[in-house]
């Protein structure tokens, strides 16, 4: 999924998170309470930084963990800000820098942000067919290339292989750039077709309808609306 794919469905899970957490504020017991702890703008303040200005650190912190992941592709929007030369789709992705975070949110609440976005990045990725290894190093990709090329010799900087062999042995919809004669290695497993920009599509559109029928379904917003 494109950045701009990421930053829509975030969007959108932000706007029910949002819904969710101001109707259990109004409920009692453990869920009510820790609700209306994180709808009120003072959990977020720090030292020199009142709950409004934390609050909008935080939501900016939140749409820059949608992008995050991506900085170790050197395509990617968000790697001409940030890059880490680290395969695709493996530390990046993976759950351990998601739990970091959220461990040094326990001390500067607005950095919960950037867990959050991210982990919200890696879901959604999760979801496309060769998916993520959650907890990588310890899980990694298999290798399901149908070719009569070993999987080996798609890594860039071998120049023997020439972009009409890569062409011609990389199936449709698999992860390749003929151009620059690479295929991940980490991605040796049919990926979502990035191509087929309808899919993608219908994807952040079936989020949007969730998020807006919860929105305007929800008590909290009925009542204020009669």
Same mark, same amino acid.
């Given at each position: 999924?494109?950045? +701009?794919?990421? !930053?829509? &469905?975030?969007?959108?899970? /932000? ?8 109707? *259990? ?5 453990? %869920?009510?309470?820790?609700?209306a &702890? ?17 609050i909008?650190?935080?939501? /900016? ?5 949608? *992008? ?14 940030i890059? +880490?030369? @680290?395969?695709h ?13 959220? +461990?040094?949110?326990?001390f500067?609440?607005? +950095?919960?942000? %950037? ?19 959650? %907890? ?24 023997? @292989? ?8 990389v ?8 151009? &620059? ?7 040796? @497993?049919?990926l979502?077709?990035t191509?087929?920009?309808? =899919? ?19 008590? =909290?917003? !009925?009542?204020?609306?009669?």
């Amino acid at each position: 999924m494109k950045a +701009i794919g990421h !930053l829509a &469905t975030g969007a959108a899970v /932000a706007l029910a998170a949002d819904t969710t957490i101001k109707n *259990l504020a109004y409920s009692s017991g453990p %869920l009510g309470n820790a609700a209306a &702890t994180l709808s009120d703008p003072s959990f977020f303040d720090a030292p020199h930084i009142s709950g409004a200005a934390g609050i909008a650190i935080f939501s /900016a912190l939140y749409f820059l963990g949608l *992008l995050l992941p991506d900085c170790d592709n050197a395509e990617s929007f968000i790697s001409k800000i940030i890059y +880490i030369p @680290v395969g695709h789709r493996t530390w990046t992705h993976s759950i351990w820098p998601v739990l970091c975070l959220f +461990i040094l949110g326990i001390f500067w609440h607005p +950095i919960t942000g %950037l867990a959050f976005g991210m982990l919200i990045h890696i879901f959604f990725d999760a979801l496309s067919v060769s998916g993520i290894c959650w %907890l990588y190093p310890l899980t990694k990709y298999s290798d399901n290339i149908k070719s009569g090329i070993k999987p080996d010799k798609y890594t860039t900087g071998y120049e023997d @292989v020439s972009a009409e062999e890569l062409d011609r042995e990389v199936p449709p919809g698999w992860h390749a750039d003929v151009e &620059t004669r690479h295929v991940n290695p980490n991605h040796r @497993v049919k990926l979502y077709n990035t191509k087929n920009k309808g =899919s993608v599509i219908v994807i952040i559109a079936i989020v949007w309808i969730l998020a807006l029928l919860y929105y305007f379904l929800s008590a =909290s917003v !009925l009542w204020h609306l009669f």
